[in-house]
């Protein structure tokens, strides 16, 4: 158990919908990261936030949002959702030299 | 643009050691070599990093090679539970605000066999 939560574990919808998942970092870390993994694009980071701000941006798409709350909660917001945006999102916190992953969401377009 | 090679896939014997390889001969000298694992379908977890010195453990060693280009990660006394993907990653320690992301590539599949 790393101590990140993500909820939830699994999230079925379908094309053109908007989902939001939710991640609760390590009690004390101030940096959240966003991944996703799909079969044909592997392990990708999407953004980073450190304190509440964003500090560090990756292969996120424009239709895809992130924010970190005041308790350091973060969510990730995905719109217009594809059939090709399934996939298993992961939320890791940091407070220093390792990145600690949650268990991830699972989402699947229909 | 890869910073790291791995062979994609290797097989060990239960309570075997596993010797796992990874090439970086582009290195800075600013950059560590991170390891981390993932088993099926779960998240990414940390197993070592070091920068020039070998490091060990209570899961892995890590022997750098003197001019860096190379590592191996060793898994002394493997068990089935250590059948994984394991990523090797090259990065700069994260500074005060925490910027530091992972670039993972495509890892090497560790098959521990009874």
């Known amino acids: 158990d790393s101590g990140v939560t993500q909820t939830p574990k699994h999230l079925i919808t379908a094309t053109g919908q908007r989902v939001t998942l939710r991640c609760s970092p390590r009690s004390g870390d101030l940096s959240v990261y966003w991944y996703q993994q799909s079969l044909d694009q592997g392990l990708q980071f999407l953004i980073q936030?450190?304190?509440?701000?964003?500090?560090a941006k990756g292969n996120i798409l424009e239709r895809f949002s992130a924010q970190q709350f005041p308790d350091l909660h973060s969510e990730l917001n995905l719109s217009s959702l594809e059939l090709g945006d399934s996939a298993l999102y992961f939320c890791?916190?940091?407070?220093?030299?390792?990145?600690?992953f949650g268990p991830g969401t699972r989402l699947t377009v229909l | 643009d890869a910073k790291t090679t791995q062979p994609p896939s290797m097989d060990c014997a239960e309570g075997r050691a596993a010797n796992l390889p990874c090439n970086h001969s582009?290195?800075?000298?600013?950059?560590?070599v991170y390891w981390y694992r993932q088993i099926h379908s779960q998240g990414p977890q940390y197993i070592i990093h070091g920068l020039k010195n070998n490091e060990t453990n209570e899961m892995a060693s890590l022997i750098i090679t003197e001019d860096r280009k190379s590592s191996t990660l060793i898994l002394p006394h493997a068990t089935l539970r250590d059948t994984a993907v394991y990523y090797c990653?090259?990065?700069?320690?994260?500074?005060?605000?925490?910027?530091?992301?992972?670039?993972f590539g495509k890892g090497t599949m560790l098959l521990v066999s009874p």
């Open positions: 582009t290195i800075s000298g600013n950059e560590y």
């Open positions: 990653i090259v990065r700069p320690l994260p500074m005060n605000s925490g910027y530091s992301t992972l670039t």
């Open positions: 936030y450190y304190n509440g701000e964003e500090r």
């Open positions: 890791a916190s940091s407070r220093s030299n390792e990145q600690f």
